[in-house]
Every structure is written in structure tokens, then in C-alpha cells.
């Protein structure tokens, strides 16, 4: 009976807006801890997260899922999952995350009316941290950041940035393990709100191609031996752990798949870091690196 009563239930709001549904489904492919125990036990002995409402799990719908929303809107305590960027455009009509009794609320109604509430706000992924492909130009909805749709309306409810092109689901998870253990104040962040646990280092300083990097040896096509700079790498200016926690229960990653690192943590993807496949700039190379760094026309 005491560690039933001492268990603590943390109420979890997962709101979707403009987003292709990859964060979602990358943080419930979670290894460890897994996805039947996030949402079936405790994250940690003594916390549980109870997700009340996350649209691709849930089993509600319509007026029995907008009620959810109405009534935690008027409570406090809960944690506030915001996945995808929030458009604005004509008071936000391009992104309706449901209906009661035929009004339909949008995204940004949904944000203004729960954020100021929450015990804290999560912005899921790099949609939701810095606008991301939803914000990319042109941007025809008007899409923003969570953290401009703060700025622009005053709420100080405390954010946490969990960037990503998807996130890995031990950023999220980790974060909520370290904030419950350790308390909101005690989770180091740098300063663009994300994490210094999982955001601390650049994924060049980890990356297993680095010694090619200071040979001066670069791939000029995919599948050649070498480092990937020369075919657009964003490692040198992308801050994240890829390198060493890996994806798909430490399988393999994108360097390690032969792919160049395309900088999905940062704020400037994707519209400033060029194309792909195409190299960046303001990088020292090695000295016996014979190709001149010029500016990206982008």
C-alpha cells in the first residue's frame, strides 16, 4: 500500500502540429527504457508518465478527445509535449488538431491555451525547437518555433529544445528521467534550450571518420573510403551525441550508413546549411587539404 501511495503520476499532453509524424514514431520505437514501460509502468521507481492525450496512440477521438484537452487545459502539473512546429497564418487554420460538436481547434489555440499551465513545455524535435522543415521557405502558414510563439505572446513557462530530424527517444525520455530525478533546475541546457547531456558536443569530435578528416583524406563519391566533408557532412557544425548513442538499439547511424551528417539538430536546418550533399563552409581543414573553403551561395 505506501509505494502504491507513493508513487507519483506525472499527466503527459502530446500535442502534433505541423509535422510528418517522424518524432512520434521514433520515440515510441524507445529501446530502453521500452515503449510498454514508459507507458504501462514506471519511467523510474516511483514516476509514472501518464500520456492523456497523444494522437497517434489514443484511442479517443472527436468530442471525447477535445473534452481531454478542455479540462487539463483549466488544471496544472502536467508536461506539455509540443511535436511539430505551430502555424500562425490566418489565426492558425492550417493546422486543426480536432473537432467538438463541429468547431474545429487549431494547433495554435491549443498551444496559447496549455502552455502557460504546464509544469513544463518539451519541444519535440526540430519543427518544434527552431520551425524546422514545417518553417522553411517559403512558408506559406506561417509556421514558427515553440519558442517564438512564447516569445511573441509572453508565456515563461520553462522550455526544453529536443531537436531532431526525428529526435533519438533517449533524448526525450532521458531529459524527463533527469528532470524528475534530479529537478528542472539541475538539467544543464545550453544556449539554445537543448539538453548539454545529449546537444554538449559537436558529432565531429566523435565521428569515426574523424582521423580521415585530419589526414586530409575525403570521399569524392558516396561509397568511397574516407571523410564525408566533401560531400556535404554537417558534423563539423552539429551539435549531437549520433556518434556514439546510434539508432535502432545502437545498430548504426547515418555516418555509419554512409551518409553525410545533414545537421538536423541545429537551427539553421535545413534552409541555411545548403543543399545535402553540399559542402560547408567556414571549416579549417587539414593543411594538406588542396581544395579552397569558399562561401555557400545559399
Known sequence: MNSKKSKKTIPVVYLQGAACTGCATSTLCSSYPSIKNILLQDIIPGFKLEFIFHPTIMAASGNLAMDILEKTASEKGYVLIIDGAVPTKENGIFCVIGE???KKYTMLEEVLKLAPNASMVIALGTCASFGGIAAALPNPTGSLSV????LSNK???PLINIPGCPPHPDWLFGTLEAVLTKGLEKVQLDDLKRPKAYFGKLVHENCPN????????????????????ELGC???ITYSDCPTRRWNNKINWAIGSGSPCSGCTQPEYPDYLGDFYEK?????VPANEKKIVTKNKK
Open 100 to 102: 467538438k460538436n463541429g
Open 234 to 236: 554537417k558534423g563539423p
Open 155 to 157: 508565456i515563461k513557462t
Open 147 to 150: 519558442g517564438d510563439i512564447f
Open 280 to 284: 560547408i563552409i567556414d571549416v579549417e
Open 210 to 229: 574523424r582521423a580521415y578528416f585530419d589526414e586530409g583524406k575525403f570521399a569524392k563519391r558516396l561509397g568511397d573510403e574516407g571523410c564525408l566533408y
